[in-house]
């Protein structure tokens, strides 16, 4: 906050004369307001629509409830001041609402005033487009978390090892500071404590925080990349990648990896790649609903700047935005070209170490620019398995359903399930074991080869797709897979 407060300070010193706080955190921000104010030697205006005008508290004109009348006061306030909007998103667009405020321009800069409009809402009317400066309120950051954790440890006379606090601090960021507080209490009515085991509590409250937003989803159950079958040639990059988080590649002169974009056969391991990222890179892993985003009740412009809050107050943090063209889709039949111009601008300057898995079924309806270098590190291919990265498949699921792999021929069904993607691979499997179940018996290798045998892949109902698809991809991205058949030729004519 204290970053946030020193750059309005230095607008309002610039004279910048309307100010638009985009955040959920009135009470917060006021305070805020409030120290800005007094290191400024500026007096703080409020307006309410439940209680009209106040200054410091107390109301200065009373029956000021009607903004208009409110504004006519404010335009006679002849000392340096910041005169607070609250909630006042759905006025500025009135034709005396608006009159008002670009008359009072004139003067708010000699009296070395600002009108700061605070609201959980972007609304901003074309006519005060070019007067007004829009700046989302940051969340708590690492310093305010541990501010309030450290009071409330204190308070209740309780012990927190140093490497615990940073824990809890981490799990904690990416909520309001009434979601910490009321999450902090939820830890020490479950527990009575802050030790190891009351840290689930703290998780759960957090995605109960994140799901309240209605587009983004915090996944504390993340995989691992020795459950992602075959991809060597994405899973070795995403490994490199993932050194670079560290403070010595900062060091070394790297930048943050931005990340990468994952467009492909549907099925074939995108999402579960997205999902073995954080397990890999050991950081937190948010989902974001595209096509919630840009649908949002608010505008997509204000539900996508949410969505980069939170996901910066938390980082470093894998932010995993499934089947992109969804949202961009949505875009073009609900006018969201600005909200689109926004993801452009943080995908390619972000500086907090956010990295974006992006995954497509069907990249050529996402507009061109979105695929440019700089957007994202790499843009990978990944197409359906080969038959060794089939048997791979076969074999990871058989584990996974706590058999041993050798008791079936999965070289067999691997040679017969061309076409079959990995989620059709583990399809096999889950059918197979239903097939036998229902017998009252066990998996036998006979129940793969029937459920093989009456399965149609979706590839070879869409090969001509599927087809135009490669093509598309073959110059411009990077195969997620091995080459295979190169391998094998030279082992061939080694031998």
Same mark, same amino acid.
């Given at each position: 906050?204290?970053?946030? *407060?020193?750059?309005?300070?230095?607008?309002?010193?610039?004279?910048?004369?309307? *100010?638009?706080? &985009?955040?959920?955190?009135?009470?917060?921000? &006021?305070?805020?307001?409030?120290?800005?104010?007094?290191?400024?030697?500026? #007096?703080?205006?409020?307006?309410?629509?439940?209680?009209?005008?106040?200054?410091?508290?107390?109301?200065?004109?009373?029956?000021?409830?009607?903004?208009?009348?409110?504004?006519?006061?404010?335009?006679?306030?002849?000392? @340096?001041?910041?005169?607070?909007?609250?909630?006042?998103?759905?006025?500025?667009?009135?034709?005396?609402?608006?009159?008002?405020?670009?008359?009072?321009?004139?003067? &708010?800069?000699?009296?070395?005033?600002?009108?700061?409009?605070?609201?959980?809402?972007?609304?901003?009317?074309?006519?005060?487009?070019?007067?007004?400066?829009?700046? @989302?309120?940051?969340?708590?950051?690492?310093?305010?978390?541990?501010?309030?954790?450290?009071?409330?440890?204190?308070?209740?006379?309780?012990?927190?090892?140093?490497?615990?606090?940073?824990?809890?601090?981490?799990?904690?960021?990416?909520?309001?500071?009434?979601?910490?507080?009321?999450?902090?209490?939820?830890?020490?009515?479950?527990?009575?404590?802050?030790?190891?085991?009351?840290?689930?509590?703290?998780?759960?409250?957090?995605?109960?925080?994140?799901?309240?937003?209605?587009?983004?989803?915090?996944?504390?159950?993340?995989?691992?990349?020795?459950?992602?079958?075959?991809?060597?040639?994405?899973?070795?990059?995403?490994?490199?990648?993932?050194?670079?988080?560290?403070?010595? #590649?900062?060091?070394?002169?790297?930048?943050?990896?931005?990340?990468?974009?994952?467009?492909?056969?549907?099925?074939?391991?995108?999402?579960?790649?997205?999902?073995?990222?954080?397990?890999?890179?050991?950081?937190?892993?948010?989902?974001?609903?595209?096509?919630?985003?840009?649908?949002?009740?608010?505008?997509?412009?204000?539900?996508?700047?949410?969505?980069?809050?939170?996901?910066?107050?938390?980082?470093?943090?894998?932010?995993?935005?499934?089947?992109?063209?969804?949202?961009?889709?949505?875009?073009?039949?609900?006018?969201?070209?600005? #909200?689109?111009?926004?993801?452009?601008?943080?995908?390619?300057?972000?500086?907090?170490?956010?990295?974006?898995?992006?995954?497509?079924?069907?990249?050529?309806?996402?507009?061109?620019?979105?695929?440019?270098?700089?957007?994202?590190?790499?843009?990978?291919?990944?197409?359906?398995?080969?038959?060794?990265?089939?048997?791979?498949?076969?074999?990871?699921?058989?584990?996974?359903?706590?058999?041993?792999?050798?008791?079936?021929?999965?070289?067999?069904?691997?040679?017969?399930?061309?076409?079959?993607?990995?989620?059709?691979?583990?399809?096999?499997?889950?059918?197979?074991?239903?097939?036998?179940?229902?017998?009252?018996?066990?998996?036998?290798?006979?129940?793969?080869?029937?459920?093989?045998?009456?399965?149609?892949?979706?590839?070879?109902?869409?090969?001509?797709?599927?087809?135009?698809?490669?093509?598309?991809?073959?110059?411009?991205?990077?195969?997620?897979?091995?080459?295979?058949?190169?391998?094998?030729?030279?082992?061939?004519?080694?031998?």
């Amino acid at each position: 906050m204290e970053e946030f *407060l020193q750059r309005l300070g230095l607008l309002v010193q610039a004279r910048y004369p309307l *100010l638009y706080l &985009l955040t959920h955190e009135e009470e917060r921000t &006021l305070r805020g307001l409030t120290k800005l104010g007094a290191a400024e030697g500026m #007096a703080l205006y409020t307006w309410r629509v439940s209680s009209g005008l106040s200054k410091d508290g107390g109301i200065v004109a009373p029956g000021s409830n009607e903004l208009e009348l409110a504004l006519d006061v404010l335009a006679d306030v002849d000392e @340096p001041a910041l005169l607070v909007l609250l909630d006042v998103h759905s006025e500025l667009g009135r034709p005396t609402v608006l009159r008002r405020l670009r008359d009072m321009q004139a003067n &708010l800069g000699r009296r070395k005033q600002a009108i700061v409009v605070v609201s959980a809402v972007l609304r901003v009317p074309p006519e005060l487009e070019k007067e007004i400066s829009v700046e @989302p309120v940051p969340l708590p950051g690492r310093d305010e978390v541990g501010r309030l954790l450290r009071v409330l440890v204190k308070k209740k006379k309780l012990e927190l090892e140093p490497e615990l606090e940073e824990k809890y601090v981490q799990t904690a960021l990416g909520m309001t500071e009434k979601e910490v507080k009321r999450a902090f209490a939820q830890v020490l009515l479950a527990g009575g404590r802050f030790d190891g085991t009351d840290l689930a509590v703290l998780v759960d409250a957090k995605c109960a925080a994140i799901r309240r937003t209605q587009y983004m989803e915090y996944l504390h159950d993340v995989g691992q990349m020795d459950g992602v079958g075959g991809l060597e040639n994405l899973k070795e990059w995403l490994r490199r990648r993932g050194l670079a988080f560290k403070q010595e #590649a900062r060091d070394f002169g790297l930048p943050e990896p931005k990340g990468v974009f994952l467009l492909g056969v549907q099925g074939c391991g995108k999402s579960l790649t997205a999902k073995a990222c954080a397990g890999l890179f050991r950081i937190p892993l948010l989902r974001l609903d595209v096509g919630a985003v840009f649908q949002g009740a608010g505008g997509a412009e204000a539900s996508l700047r949410d969505t980069i809050r939170v996901a910066e107050s938390i980082a470093p943090v894998v932010l995993w935005i499934d089947e992109l063209e969804k949202g961009f889709l949505s875009t073009s039949e609900i006018g969201g070209g600005r #909200a689109f111009g926004t993801f452009l601008t943080w995908l390619q300057e972000k500086s907090k170490p956010v990295f974006v898995v992006a995954t497509a079924n069907e990249v050529r309806v996402l507009p061109p620019e979105l695929l440019r270098k700089g957007r994202f590190d790499e843009i990978f291919f990944v197409d359906l398995p080969d038959v060794h990265e089939r048997l791979e498949i076969l074999d990871i699921h058989v584990k996974l359903r706590k058999r041993d792999p050798e008791e079936f021929d999965l070289l067999q069904c691997a040679e017969m399930t061309e076409k079959y993607s990995g989620a059709e691979l583990e399809q096999v499997i889950v059918e197979s074991l239903f097939n036998a179940y229902a017998e009252g018996r066990q998996l036998h290798h006979r129940d793969l080869i029937r459920t093989i045998r009456d399965t149609v892949p979706l590839a070879v109902t869409m090969d001509d797709r599927l087809k135009e698809l490669r093509e598309w991809a073959r110059p411009r991205t990077r195969p997620a897979s091995v080459n295979r058949r190169r391998i094998d030729f030279f082992e061939d004519f080694g031998t």
